[in-house]
């Protein structure tokens, strides 16, 4: 076959052929052979691409889930057999009632933390459909930034824009990422800094901290999984899954040298978005 002389970008269908439905995934070229234009059009299967990624997705939350449960239980377990063994002693050692007392806040304890681990869970999978409206940027981000005390964060302006979204999950999100700064600014004595800009049809609101960096990089956006004490593991899940539902996107960058990180969030500008309102 002679060299393609031109591609288009794919693009993905959803529609029924003899024997199959999709998606589909279109790819459309151009070539010329003896002297001849033609045109070739390629259709891809999906199917089987997206029950793989589905099913690893899957395993990736049943690994994790499991791992948390297990985390709870097997400390359970364990206290209540000793607790067990001390009620059956004969006599009782005297000490007995402290070992239960601190037994049973260790229970107590474990089952607090799986309670709020499923909490999040159902946070997570729960979130209601954006209410959307007008929101003026510079206020938003505004609003946001004087939140959190422990770490003063610099709001460097942009350009006047505005854009239509869901104002209580937009504000959820940007909480998120400017406490995530913030908690890694603290560890450096570092600062913070806000700021948005225009990129094509989009705002770009970027959050950027002097904390230490990424240390796992693969894992930001693994549901549960966390490096804090005490963290959920569902932030920046959470949080791209706003950006998702806005028809925006969301990512991290390490800085390198000096250290820190990037938090870049994409949203369509007013304009662009406010013809799709309804259809969402």
């Known amino acids: 076959m002679a060299p393609l002389l031109g591609s288009e970008a794919p693009r993905t269908l959803d529609i029924a052929l003899p024997g199959a439905r999709g998606p ?75 070992d239960m007392d601190l037994g049973l806040k260790v229970i107590e304890r474990r089952a607090e933390a799986l309670a709020r681990f499923m909490t999040a869970y159902t946070r997570l999978a729960k979130l209601p459909a954006p209410v959307f409206a007008p929101l003026d940027v510079e206020t938003w981000v505004r609003r946001v930034a004087v939140l959190d005390k422990r770490v003063p964060v610099a709001v460097e302006a942009g350009p006047a824009m505005a854009v239509v979204g869901d104002s209580d999950q937009l504000d959820q999100l940007l909480i998120n990422l400017v406490r995530n700064a913030v908690e890694a600014a603290l560890e450096t004595a570092g600062g913070v800094t806000l700021t ?85």
Not at 35 to 51: A, F, N
Not at 256 to 274: D, E, F, T
């Open 196 to 280: 948005w800009k225009r990129a094509q049809e989009h705002v770009e609101v970027v959050v950027t901290d002097d904390g230490p960096g990424i240390a796992h990089a693969s894992n930001l956006f693994v549901p549960f999984f966390t490096t804090k004490p005490g963290g959920s593991g569902i932030g920046l899940v959470l949080s791209r899954q706003i950006a998702e539902a806005h028809r925006g996107a969301l990512d991290l960058f390490d800085r390198g040298q000096p250290h820190g990180c990037r938090a870049v969030l994409r949203l369509p500008i007013g304009s662009s978005q406010a013809g799709r309102v309804n259809s969402v």
């Open 24 to 98: 589909w995934e279109l790819r459309r070229a151009t070539f010329r052979q003896h002297g001849v234009s033609h045109e070739l059009i390629v259709l891809t299967d999906l199917k089987r691409v997206l029950r793989e990624e589905e099913r690893q997705a899957w395993q990736r939350l049943v690994r994790v889930i499991g791992h948390e449960i297990n985390n709870s239980l097997a400390p359970i377990r364990s206290v209540a057999v000793e607790l067990g063994q001390v009620l059956r002693r004969e006599p009782r050692p005297p000490d007995w009632d402290t």
